[in-house]
């Protein structure tokens, strides 16, 4: 079974710093793309940040320079850094695997964690 468990989110203050974490398993870590999806109150879901199998990564304009995305692969652990946070990132975030069956397979599936919450207020 895939399972994704967000932590670390809480209560900052504007120009503060926040590590999120998401433990993986029931999936093969190593050929999954993982993300970084936020929700904020009333609003859609927005990508943050992606790291693809391959290492490669992208970041929403909006976080761009101040997040990073990182994955510890022997602990099957991803990481959101959020640096200089700011009132408009408070949101729901959320961990996303779109995972292969196997390394050639051309079709993945996405699943989510259940989210950790963000809140950056003065």
């Known amino acids: 079974e895939v399972q994704l468990v967000e932590s670390g989110g809480g209560l900052v203050q504007p120009g503060g710093s926040l590590t999120l974490s998401c433990a993986a398993s029931?999936?093969?870590?190593?050929?999954?793309?993982m993300s970084w999806v936020r929700q904020a109150p009333g609003k859609g879901r927005e990508g943050v940040a992606v790291?693809?199998?391959?290492?490669?990564?992208r970041y929403a304009d909006s976080v761009k320079g101040r997040f990073t995305i990182a994955q510890d692969k022997a602990k099957n652990t991803l990481f959101l850094q959020a640096n200089s946070l700011e009132i408009e990132d408070t949101a729901v975030y959320y961990c996303?695997?779109?995972?292969?069956?196997?390394?050639?397979?051309?079709?993945?599936?996405?699943?989510w964690g259940h989210g950790t919450q963000v809140t950056v207020s003065s």
């Open positions: 996303a695997a779109d995972c292969r069956y196997n390394s050639y397979s051309t079709t993945t599936n996405r699943y």
């Open positions: 029931g999936f093969i870590f190593s050929i999954a793309d």
């Open positions: 790291r693809d199998r391959g290492g490669s990564t």
